[in-house]
């Protein structure tokens, strides 16, 4: 069974850089073909994609987030950590992660979410 | 960016009917799309991948159709269980992207 769960802080102020933690079981993120992507949602908004990181450490960005995402993934202790840096109010929103294969194409299954809220 | 638009974004529906959701992708996507299901405070839930494959134990009354640009879900026949917000997404090429989500509300 595979399941994921995000850790991380629940309120950062605003220039502060956010650090997520998506701790993992069920898969090897060494495994050929296997991700970990990272998935935000503002509250009563839409899904929005942030980053994906591949077996082969191959990672990728959503354009409009990409000077201030960091996704990198930890074998060793089964983690993949997402940064966020000069976090904004307007970054308010639950991060999901979520596992990915190349096929069947989609996240699945996803996380539970961390709510982070930006405020001062 | 490819673009991902739903419609309606939301509806109202009675246990029993059947529903039909589109999205309309920007530009050609093959059938590089999936279908996701959010209920309120929990994780969405893969429904279907590739437009119309069925992701294991998912019932059988959701489908999916659609290539190119063009999709479906349907619900075939609604269970309570069903109301929610239902998402597309495209995998086609990145960035990734989502639909702007369709509320399945009760009539």
């Known amino acids: 069974q595979i399941t994921l769960k995000e850790s991380g802080p629940t309120l950062v102020k605003p220039t502060q850089t956010l650090t997520l933690t998506c701790t993992f079981s069920g898969f090897s993120i060494s495994s050929s073909g296997v991700g970990v992507g990272w998935i935000r949602q503002p509250p009563g908004k839409a899904l929005e994609w942030l980053a994906l990181?591949?077996?082969?450490?191959?990672?990728r960005y959503s354009p409009s987030l990409k000077n201030r995402l960091t996704i990198n993934k930890d074998t060793s202790t089964n983690q993949v950590i997402l940064t966020l840096a000069n976090m904004d109010p307007g970054d308010t929103a639950t991060y999901y992660c979520?596992?990915?294969?190349?096929?069947?194409?989609?996240?699945?299954?996803w996380g539970q979410g961390t709510l982070v809220t930006v405020s001062s | 960016d490819i673009q991902m638009t739903q419609s309606p974004s939301s509806v109202s529906a009675s246990v029993g009917d059947r529903v039909t959701i589109t999205c309309q992708a920007s530009q050609g996507i093959s059938n590089w799309l999936a279908w996701y299901q959010q209920k309120p405070g929990k994780a969405p839930k893969l429904l279907i991948y590739?437009?119309?494959s069925l992701q294991n134990g998912v019932p059988s009354r959701f489908s999916g159709s659609g290539f190119g640009t063009d999709f479906t879900l349907t619900i075939s026949s609604l269970q309570p269980e069903d109301f929610a917000t239902y998402y597309c997404q495209q995998v086609n090429s990145f960035p990734i992207t989502f639909g702007q989500g369709t509320r399945l509300e009760i009539k």
């Open positions: 979520a596992h990915r294969v190349s096929y069947p194409p989609g996240f699945d299954p």
């Open positions: 590739a437009a119309s």
């Open positions: 990181i591949y077996w082969d450490d191959d990672k």
